[in-house]
């Protein structure tokens, strides 16, 4: 049953922008952290951004003052606006939700995960 939905991936080139949604059920929503992570082709899944249930942001050194995380409450979905993009972001990006995650960025403490939307950044 997919609890986290998705969307916003796409194609563009190196310096471009996209902006990724995850809406989730109110139960998900208002009573878990929620994050954002990729996983390129041959690598590990990796925490890319995380924020707490009351607002508190952190993010990973590599996307750090280019990507940026904001909430929609009204409507129960998380944004990832990812600027300044690299061919190294392309990656899967899932959105995840689980406080112990926040604390650890460790993708096996994750509760509920959405299938992904792929983001690629072409040279």
């Known amino acids: 049953q997919v609890r986290l939905v998705e969307s916003g991936g796409g194609s563009v080139q190196t310096g471009g922008s996209l902006r990724l949604s995850c809406a989730a059920p109110d139960y998900i929503y208002r009573r878990n952290c929620m994050a954002w992570f990729r996983q390129a082709p041959g690598k590990e899944r990796e925490g890319v951004a995380f924020?707490?249930?009351?607002?508190?942001?952190r993010y990973a050194d590599s996307v750090k003052g280019r990507f940026t995380l904001s909430k929609d409450n009204a409507k129960n979905i998380l944004f990832l606006q990812m600027n300044s993009l690299k061919p190294e972001d392309t990656a899967m990006y899932h959105c995840?939700?689980?406080?112990?995650?926040?604390?650890?960025?460790?993708?096996?403490?994750?509760?509920?995960w959405g299938q992904g939307t792929q983001v690629t950044v072409s040279s």
């Open positions: 924020i707490d249930l009351v607002g508190s942001t």
């Open positions: 995840a939700a689980g406080c112990r995650s926040f604390t650890t960025g460790r993708s096996d403490d994750v509760t509920y």
